[in-house]
């Protein structure tokens, strides 16, 4: 699986981006999807997590209830729909995948994707 995120950008304060993030190959549906975020300086992050047919999510504590993660298997295509950004949203952020089934713990680890993009720059002023 290739993944390709795009849709980052500069924003204001309180403002909205919507990231995409592609993905090649036809088993797409089988695959649980996660955004991790990395800041400069700062470990890598979770951010959220949906599972396989779209059903299942997670979030990090840190954008629960501003941001909402979705997907099309129709167009293998994961979304992350972010509202209300704040400086502290500021970060490199990366799509990525493993097949099977979600669990809570399992998907916020990032030791449990086997597949990454390369990332799209959020970057969020004051």
């Known amino acids: 699986v290739q993944l390709q995120a795009s849709g980052g950008g500069l924003v204001q304060a309180g403002g909205s981006l919507r990231l995409s993030c592609a993905a090649s190959g036809r088993t797409f549906s089988e695959y649980v999807m996660g955004w991790f975020r990395q800041a400069p300086g700062k470990e890598r992050e979770f951010v959220a997590a949906i599972s396989s047919g779209g059903r299942i999510t997670y979030y990090a504590d840190s954008v629960r209830g501003r941001f909402t993660i979705s997907r099309d298997n129709a167009k293998n295509t994961v979304y992350l729909q972010m509202n209300d950004l704040s400086p502290e949203d500021t970060a490199r952020y990366y799509c990525?995948?493993?097949?099977?089934?979600?669990?809570?713990?399992?998907?916020?680890?990032?030791?449990?994707?086997?597949?990454w993009g390369q990332g799209t720059q959020v970057t969020v002023s004051s």
């Open positions: 990525a995948a493993y097949p099977g089934s979600i669990g809570p713990s399992g998907a916020r680890m990032s030791s449990r994707y086997n597949y």
